[in-house]
């Protein structure tokens, strides 16, 4: 039978490790929060000086290409200029405290913008079905191509399954429904986004 010192040291350390844990945690959710409301707060700013400084400055849905005015790398604070205010956005926690993100929807231009949660740049951008933009191309490659259309821009994939075409050199991914494209995924290199890993099963 153990002796009540050893049960006090026992009930000591676990409520030392779950008050670490807790502040951890705390910490953790407090700096996700923080780039939240930074965001905010830059999109406040950013609608009101396009509405007094540079109006017309937003793009239009038609006028997005993606890898050329919009593309992983750039500053987060491009987007609001260029894509306006987000309809939402939302905290996504990752593996561990440096895996958290943030994601951006923009639903008007079928695009969904994803950053890290510390970070000042966009890591990947998905192009939804609604997306009326191009992909920088010599053809304008668009929604709707045909899968032969993108391999004669971009070459064969890497690989090809469940309807995914890779190309992970160019961090581009596109996705197929009946052999037209329907949807896309494109990151920045070396992300640490926990999507961009999903699409390298």
Not at 115 to 141: D, L, R, Y
Not at 149 to 178: C, D, H, K, W
């Amino acid at each position: 039978m153990r002796s009540r010192t050893a049960v006090k040291s026992n009930r000591d350390w676990v409520t030392c490790f779950y008050s670490i844990h807790l502040k951890e945690n705390i910490v953790r959710t407090g700096k996700t929060m923080f780039w939240v409301l930074l965001m905010s707060l830059i999109a406040s700013v950013a609608f009101a000086e396009e509405k007094s400084t540079v109006p017309g400055a937003t793009l239009t849905p038609g006028q997005i290409v993606i890898g050329d005015n919009l593309k992983p790398g750039m500053p987060l604070s491009d987007t609001i200029v260029l894509l306006g205010i987000p309809d939402k956005v939302k905290v996504i926690r990752g593996t561990s405290a440096d895996r958290d993100s943030i994601e951006i929807t923009y639903a008007k231009h079928g695009l969904v913008v994803r950053a890290m949660s510390g970070g000042s740049n966009i890591e990947g951008i998905e192009v939804g079905p609604t997306f009326k933009g191009t992909f920088k191309s010599e053809s304008g490659i668009k929604l709707g191509v045909k899968y032969e259309m993108l391999i004669g821009e971009y070459g064969l994939p890497t690989s090809l399954t469940a309807q995914v075409m890779r190309y992970p050199q160019r961090g581009l991914y596109f996705q197929l429904n009946n052999d037209r494209l329907l949807s896309a995924k494109t990151y920045v290199n070396g992300t640490k986004l926990l999507d961009a890993n999903l699409m390298n099963p």
